[in-house]
């Protein structure tokens, strides 16, 4: 009976001392889920990256629903969707020759998929070449 308390007060031991290393994990991946907003400047100007987004989507087979100007004619704005997903991708020139562009794809309006805002951009960057 002593050996079956003193297993277990070893397994609890060990347990606690991974508890902290599990919630650091899970925090973690629900901060990557939850922020799942991608960025990356690309050396182009920003019409180009444009076209070469709208590419992207159309290969993806990702459906446009709208591409407008905001914030004063200062950033591009393209918005598409798929059946479980809203994609928002948002182009501000930095330079006459740099752009920065911003990729947002939710799938519902507290979860973000990160994955497909990264291939989004992978893709752009394919055919920008």
């Known amino acids: 009976m002593l050996r079956y308390l003193l297993l277990a007060a070893i397994a609890l031991t060990l347990l606690a001392s991974c508890a902290p290393a599990a919630s650091i994990g899970g925090s973690a991946a629900m901060s ?14 920003s019409a180009k990256v444009r076209t070469a987004a709208i590419n992207a989507l159309a290969r993806m087979q990702i459906k446009l629903v709208s591409d407008k100007t905001i914030e004063d004619g200062k950033v591009r704005q393209v918005t598409a969707k798929t059946k479980e997903r809203k994609i928002e991708i948002e182009l501000e020139a930095i330079s006459p020759n740099t ?3 911003r990729v947002t794809a939710k799938s519902s309006p507290f979860f973000y998929d990160s994955a497909t805002a990264e291939e989004i951009i992978a893709q752009t960057k394919k055919s920008l070449g």
Do not use: K
Not at 32 to 45: D, F, K, R, S
């Open 32 to 45: 990557h889920t939850l922020n799942g907003i991608v960025y990356q400047t690309l050396t182009a100007p």
């Open 99 to 101: 752009t920065r562009m």
